[in-house]
């Protein structure tokens, strides 16, 4: 199941680009799948970032899942989708303190591109 951390977010969920809509329907099977836990979207539109400005990118909480966890979560995603010219960016993983620019809390941060390159890996 996909939870939202407030009603807001909800609402900008169904405005995102739908691209990024099925990979995050995708984690939260994986997740409720092999973890029996839900994900958490804690940010979607966000004025002052690239992708999130352009509905292209969520947010997700972390602090649910335990670090093997997150580590299984980060690469079933990098394994089975691809951000195009075969790179590994559809997740940023954010968990560690510092591991971003005015990182504020553990995420991951997950992003689809400007351009319709997603695809699934073979
Ligand atoms: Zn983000």
Redesign the pocket.
Known sequence: MIKFKDDLIRHEFYRLDKRLMAVIYLIGGFARQEFKKDITIT?AYRGD?G??KDWR???MRTRNLSSEEGDKLVAFVNDHIDYGDGKHFVI?DERLPGSSQNWTAP?I?VQVPPRDEVKLRA
């Open positions: 940010c970032s992708t999130h990118a969520v947010d940023k995420h941060h």
